[in-house]
């Protein structure tokens, strides 16, 4: 059997569905695979154990004729689709695909996510749901080893605490301020542990502020691919950081987190999760700048 499975984009959605792709290959061990994503996921999703194949979409417009050519081609021929985008994109997809069995969101597919408060789901649930109501009954945790093991760990410290300052660029409300994470980074250093900064190269500003203020933390800002990532989150003692991509990962990874959300997106609907489901401490703010550095450091375990 061919299989096909969609998701495209952002980070934090894709590492949300390693737990859909690991049910959907527990559910056809023997099937053939594919993976329909965008290129900034392909080469680290090529490695993952839950694919045979990993085609990359380019989005192409609607007007080009090429591009649309090579996409449908890149959609027929498999026997069933599991669209995790469940997007208005994705779900056009149907059509170019041939119209095979489809459990998504697509007009007239034939294993529709029949809930009309999907909306009001997190993802985790609501694309459990999905599967569910396309014939998956387990749900094994993902296994991440694949991930990890690509990765360097930096020879961090056992007490190291990650601080992920950053945030999408176009999403400057997702931000805590940097005063207040160099204000915590020295608490945490008080306390005999180690900040370790971690994000884009492009956030270096943030780190110059925060290390201003803790020369004793540890600047990885620029210096980490995902695979670090995951390798450092299993030997870190604990995670803060905004909600972005990177905090979701190290808290797929099985590190414990506190996330921090501002109004400019709900946890209730997308907040990290634990390779088992689990929530990290989220703290909310509809401006994070009225989010104090005590309440912050209040939910590290040694704080209490």
């Known amino acids: 059997m061919n299989i096909l499975v969609i998701r495209l ?29 965008t290129a900034p996921f392909a080469a680290l999703l090529s490695h993952a154990p839950w694919f045979d194949q990993v085609l990359t979409d380019e989005r192409p417009r ?27 994109r994705s779900s056009r997809y149907h059509v170019l695909a041939g119209q095979p ?10 294993h529709p996510h029949a809930n009309p408060r999907r909306d009001f789901m997190h993802t985790r649930e609501r694309q459990r749901e999905q599967l569910e109501m396309a014939g998956i009954t387990a749900f094994p945790a993902p296994d991440t080893r694949w991930l990890s093991a690509q990765g360097k ?35 945490l250093a008080e306390r005999g542990l180690t900040p370790l900064l971690i994000g884009a ?12 203020t ?20 299993p030997r870190a003692a604990f995670a803060i950081g905004n909600d972005t991509g990177p905090m979701h990962l ?18 209730d609907l997308t907040a990290p999760r634990g390779p088992n489901g689990e929530w990290p401490t989220v703290l909310r703010a509809a401006d994070l700048a009225d989010l104090p550095v005590d309440r912050v450091a209040a939910t590290l375990p040694i704080a209490k």
């Open 201 to 212: 190269a492009a956030e270096a500003d943030i780190a110059a502020t925060i290390h201003a």
């Open 101 to 110: 069995p489809w459990s998504g969101i697509a007009p007239g597919c034939s």
């Open 250 to 267: 190290i808290t797929a990874m099985g590190c414990p987190a506190t996330v921090l959300f501002s109004a400019d997106s709900d946890p």
């Open 153 to 187: 760990t930096h020879n961090i410290p056992d007490n190291a605490v990650l601080l992920v300052p950053g945030a999408a660029p176009s999403r400057p409300c997702k931000r805590w301020p940097a005063a207040y994470y160099a204000a915590l980074a020295s608490q």
């Open 62 to 88: 609607w007007w080009d004729l090429p591009g649309l050519g090579k996409l449908r081609q890149q959609l027929r021929g498999h026997d069933f689709v599991y669209d995790l985008q469940t997007s208005a």
């Open 214 to 233: 803790c020369p004793e933390a540890i600047d990885l800002i620029g210096k980490t691919t995902l695979p670090d990532i995951a390798a450092l989150a």
């Open 9 to 37: 984009s952002a980070l934090g959605d894709v590492i949300q569905s390693f737990a859909p792709f690991a049910a959907i290959r527990a559910h056809r061990p023997d099937a053939h695979i594919a993976l329909l994503t």
